[in-house]
Structure formats: structure tokens, C-alpha cells
């Protein structure tokens, strides 16, 4: 009966010594470190040596991976950033183009405004002529634009030296896309009018546009309407 007691208490010491030596139930599992599997504490406790130098080798190569994964990504950022960098010199580009584009749109539309105030027929009054018309800042502001006056109005006025009082003289604006043919005109002079291309020799433009019905450029016709290409 000693004996047997004595048995016992020396299992349950050496069972004790191997408990506190770490050799328990060993961890049957293996931890995917590259999934984020990790072990606890308990369970690395419970590792053996070559199972904990396996762990480390993993966790190594794992950290070996994610250091190449983090410089890919850094050099992507510094990709992107070198990109938003360029797409931002671009819009600024884009900006100062906007802002250009908008000013000028600014200035047809007070332009267009103005032109909108001025009267499209004039009524002549005493002390009137072609030359001081034209001069009017309400009118064409150039004395010398007398010409477009008299062409525009050669319905009424068969000499332009002579004008009358109460005379409505039409008063053209823009640039005509047709012209009416008036005896002895020729594609050249009328090229040359201010308000057609003032040049004259511009005539083959209107020649091209208008060979459905112009056989010779050096004929035309009064009445002849011809098309001015823009």
C-alpha cells in the first residue's frame, strides 16, 4: 500500500515537470501567416522548437512580401501622384484657355449689344452728305465708308454727290452673304468692296461659289444674285 502511494505521487510529480517543461498537447494546426493566420500565445507555447523555427521562417518571408507589396505600392502612389500633378497643369491650361474664350465671348456679346443700338436706316436731314453721314459714330464712324452708303441705297440715289432731306437711306450692317449685280460691276471690283473682302483680287471666291450660273468671269449681269462665300 506504501508503495502504490508512493507510485502515485511521483506520476503526478513527473506529469507536473512535463506540464511546466511546455510539453503538453502539441498544436496539430499550421498557421497560414499569409492569409493573416497567426498563433495565439497559448498555442506558441505549445510549439516545438522546429515548429516555432517553421512559424519564424514563415513570418519572415511573409514580412519579405509585404515590404515588396508596400514599395509597389508606394511607387504607384508616386505614379499617381506624378499624374494628378500633370492632369492639374492640364486644367489650369484648360482654365486660362476658359477664361480667354469667356472674355472674348464677353466682348462679341458687347459688341453684338452696341451693333443692336445702331439704327439700320438713317433720314437725312439739310447740310447731309454720303461722306458726313458715314462719319456719324452712330452710323459707320469713318467718313471714308461713304462708298457702302451709296451702294446700298443706288435704288435712290443715282449720283452720290446729290442727297435729299427726308431721304430713309438704308444703312447695312455685317458682311453680305449675297450681292445684287449693278451695272458695270465686274467679280473684281465687287471682291474688292470693304464689306466683301476688300481686295479685289479675292474675285475667284465668288467666281467658285457661283459657277452654277457664271459661264465666263468675265461676264455678269445687273440683277444677278450672286453668293458671297464667308
Known amino acids: 500500500m506504501r508503495n502504490r502511494s508512493l507510485l502515485i505521487l511521483m506520476a503526478v510529480a513527473l506529469l507536473a515537470l512535463f506540464l511546466l517543461a511546455g510539453c503538453g498537447k502539441r498544436v496539430l494546426r499550421t498557421a497560414d501567416v499569409s492569409q493573416g493566420d497567426y498563433y495565439t500565445a497559448e498555442e506558441f507555447k505549445k510549439l516545438s522548437k522546429m515548429q516555432r523555427d517553421a512559424y519564424c521562417d514563415r513570418l519572415e518571408n511573409e514580412l519579405g512580401v509585404q515590404k515588396q507589396k508596400a514599395e509597389k505600392a508606394g511607387q504607384s502612389v508616386a505614379e499617381a501622384d506624378k499624374k494628378a500633378a500633370e492632369l492639374e497643369g492640364k486644367l489650369a491650361d484648360l482654365d486660362a484657355q476658359l477664361a480667354k474664350l469667356q472674355a472674348e465671348v464677353s466682348e462679341l456679346e458687347a459688341r453684338k449689344a452696341e451693333r443692336d443700338r445702331m439704327p439700320e436706316t438713317y433720314t437725312v436731314v439739310e447740310g447731309d452728305c ?101
Not at 467718313?143 to 440715289?157: E, F, S, V
Not at 449720283?159 to 435729299?164: F, R, V
Not at 461659289?209 to 455678269?220: F, H, R
Request: net charge positive; no cysteine; glycine share 4%.
Open 130 to 230: 454720303l461722306y458726313k453721314i458715314s462719319g456719324y459714330e452712330k452710323i459707320y464712324a469713318d467718313p471714308l465708308k461713304w462708298p457702302r452708303l451709296y451702294r446700298a441705297n443706288r435704288d435712290k440715289i443715282k449720283d452720290p454727290n446729290l442727297i435729299y432731306p427726308d431721304w430713309v437711306l438704308v444703312v447695312p450692317r455685317g458682311f453680305p452673304k449675297e450681292w445684287v449685280v449693278y451695272a458695270g460691276e465686274y467679280l473684281s471690283k465687287i471682291a474688292g468692296y470693304w464689306e466683301i473682302y476688300d481686295n479685289s483680287s479675292e474675285w475667284p471666291r465668288i467666281y467658285e461659289a457661283n459657277k452654277d450660273q457664271i459661264s465666263d468671269p468675265d461676264l455678269i449681269y445687273p440683277k444677278q444674285v450672286l453668293k458671297i462665300p464667308r
